[in-house]
C-alpha cells in the first residue's frame, strides 16, 4: 500500500532510489514521477506517493484523537461515480452510485469513496472509541 508523503518526503525517496508517484489532476491518473517533475513549481502542490503504485485517487485523510483514517465523504464534495456506506453495525454496503443514497448518510459522515477506506475509517473509529473508554476508567 501506497504511502501519501509532501514534496520534500518525494525528493527525498527519489534521491534514495525508492519508488514515487504523482498524482495528475487532469487525467485523475498517477504517474511515475522524477526529480523534475517534483521541483517544477505548479506540482509542489500536488499529490505525491511512495511505494506501491497507488490504484485509487488520494484521500483526504482526518486525525482523532490521535488515530489518523480516510474522511468521509460529503455530498458537497462532487463525489461522482459509486461510493460505500459504513453502517452503524460496522457493514460496510456493496459500492453504489452516490446518488442513491440517502443524504443523511453524507451529513452524518458515513459514506466513503471505497470499500477500503470505509473499513480503515471503521476500524479507527473502533480504537478511538476504546481510547475514550479506557480513559474513562
Not at 490504484?55 to 464534495?77: L, Q, W
Not at 443524504?103 to 477500503?116: C, H, L, Q, R, S
Request: proline share 6%.
Amino acid at each position: 500500500m501506497a504511502k501519501y508523503i509532501n514534496t520534500a518526503m518525494a525528493i527525498e525517496a527519489l534521491q534514495k532510489g525508492l519508488d514515487v508517484w504523482i498524482w495528475n489532476t487532469r487525467t485523475k491518473a498517477w504517474y511515475e514521477s522524477n526529480l523534475s517533475s517534483l521541483t517544477y513549481s505548479p506540482n509542489t502542490d500536488t499529490h505525491f506517493a511512495i511505494g506501491e503504485k497507488p490504484t485509487a485517487p488520494p484521500r483526504k485523510m482526518i486525525e482523532i484523537d490521535g488515530v489518523r483514517m480516510p474522511a468521509p465523504i460529503a455530498s458537497s464534495d462532487g463525489q461522482r461515480g459509486s461510493c460505500v456506506v459504513l453502517f452503524s453495525d460496522g457493514k460496510v454496503s456493496s459500492p453504489l452510485a452516490s446518488h442513491l443514497w440517502n443524504p443523511d448518510a453524507f451529513a452524518i459522515g458515513n459514506v466513503f469513496a471505497t470499500e477500503a477506506d470505509a473499513i480503515a475509517a471503521r476500524d479507527a473509529r473502533k480504537l478511538i472509541l476504546e481510547r475514550a473508554m479506557e480513559r474513562a476508567k
